[in-house]
């Protein structure tokens, strides 16, 4: 993964920065919104 961004969790009004070596875990439904400030390469598996 490289660049970065902010990712905002409605459920619980928090937000997180990720970057490059970070995991992030997803649940269906979850509501989220990405802000990305510098051009977000990464990978998704279900």
Sequence with gaps: MSGRASIHFAADDHT?????GDVVRLTAG???????TETLRKIYVS
């Design 30 to 36: 979850m509501q989220t919104t990405w802000t990305v």
């Design 16 to 20: 997180i920065i990720v970057g490059p």
